[in-house]
């Protein structure tokens, strides 16, 4: 498949002024009319995408485009990560022959200067495609691909979605300049439209995928990782997996556990990751009790093995675009729980594949884990089912080739 390289670029917008009787004014501002030029490139040249995210830890969004780069065709496309804030060990994430991972190590806030740094580096490796994830990186990473003139512009939300009523206008501005605004779901789709106010038609949703052949049912590893954890050899073991932040809501399990653990003296929790509420959610605990019970883990890099050691997984979260975590626990056959959120009530079928829950909804959450401690055979018939969902419709195999085919079609347009 041919490449594609920018000529020359232009765009054109609307201001329409309104007044009325009481000398009240005001202006809107149109959506911005890219007019690009290109032409083919050589047609043994790699298509070159830039993926500029504003950290590159061990979050969804960093797992997505880790999984993304790494299995993109080698013969068709050639990757770069650029990480906006300073880098976390990477421990072999990316190989390092195939794909470069840079850092601009920037400070907090928006710095104008940044968007110049942008400019030369994607100059620099001749990008074909940007593509910038969420509000961190959509101010400086799209005028930065405009001013460097990157043929083509993705731009992908994947999660809580930047609503301050400034930012709204700003981001429907910066997202006439993408070729391609993407969501991770179709509830996320309109949940960004109806927020944003930016046409429906022009947003595709792309659902994540897992690496199944990463992330498959194991028995033989629940013990020996148990083990590792300090977990009680026998327990019955709930687990969550993901950053200690307010939109999670880890809170909302402790209480439900709070109420389950009394009961059932085989249980234990695990709550998996790191962030700004750990202190306050290990000192909820140490304050409830639970300490022997309930234990942090933090960041682990063996995540198909934390989940395979659990009989139950939790995702309580308040917001969600895609929910990685669900679909890696799933594809490990281990039974969901998991609050109706965002994208989540399209991956998890209520009763047929896991229980969904309202948000904050702690006496259901109650009621389901008690459901399932006692009933083997439903924690069984929801771990199948949940493996061979994610196998037909959530595989990392079908994410990727549905990227693939929207970077080439972008290069296939010319607009004159």
Not at 116 to 143: F, P, R
Not at 261 to 281: A, K, M, T, W
Not at 311 to 318: G, R
């Amino acid at each position: 498949m041919p490449c594609l390289c920018l000529r020359s670029v232009y765009f054109t917008f609307t201001i329409s002024y309104c007044f009325d009787q009481g000398s009240q004014w005001g202006f809107e501002i149109g959506l911005p009319q890219i007019h690009v030029v290109i032409v083919k490139k050589k047609p043994d040249e790699k298509i070159h995408i830039a993926f500029l995210v504003h950290t590159y830890g061990f979050g969804g969004l960093e797992n997505m485009v880790t999984n993304l780069v790494n299995h993109l065709d080698p013969n068709r496309f050639e990757s770069t990560i650029i990480t906006f804030a300073p880098l976390h060990p990477l421990n072999n994430r990316v190989d390092p022959n195939r794909i470069q991972v840079i850092s601009l190590n920037k400070e907090g806030g928006n710095n104008p200067v940044l968007i110049y740094k942008i400019c030369l580096m994607l100059k620099k490796i001749s990008a074909d495609i940007v593509q910038t994830h969420n509000w961190g990186t959509a101010l400086e990473g799209i005028l930065g691909a405009k001013l460097a003139r990157v043929p083509r512009i993705v731009h992908a939300e994947r999660g809580t979605i930047e609503d301050k009523k400034r930012n709204i206008l700003l981001q429907r501005f910066l997202w006439g300049f993408a070729d391609q605004v993407l969501s991770v779901s179709e509830a996320h789709r309109k949940k960004v439209t109806n927020i944003i106010r930016f046409p429906h038609e022009q947003i595709k949703a792309i659902v994540n995928g897992v690496d199944t052949e990463r992330f498959f049912p194991n028995p033989e590893l629940k013990e020996e990782t148990r083990k590792k954890l300090g977990l009680k050899k026998g327990s019955f073991c709930i687990g969550t997996v993901g950053s200690l932040r307010p939109v999670k809501n880890q809170s909302l399990l402790v209480n439900a556990c709070k109420v389950i653990l009394p009961h059932f003296d085989q249980v234990e929790v695990l709550i998996v990751g790191e962030g700004p509420l750990e202190s306050e959610l290990k000192q909820e605990v140490q304050t409830l009790g639970l300490s022997e019970k309930i234990h942090f883990a933090g960041v682990q890099p063996n995540i198909p093995e934390i989940l395979n050691a659990l009989d139950v997984f939790v995702l309580p979260s308040l917001s969600e675009g895609m929910p990685n975590a669900v679909l890696e626990a799933m594809a490990c056959g281990i039974p969901v729980i998991a609050t109706a959120v965002g994208g989540t009530p399209e991956v998890v079928e209520d009763g047929k594949s896991g229980i969904l829950i309202a948000s904050e909804d702690e006496p259901h959450l109650v009621q389901a884990l008690k459901e399932l401690i006692q009933n083997h055979e439903k924690r069984l018939a929801f771990g199948i089912e949940g493996r061979r969902r994610v196998l037909s419709n959530f595989s990392l195999k079908k994410m990727v080739s549905e990227y693939q085919v929207l970077y080439e079609s972008l290069l296939q347009k010319v607009s004159q």
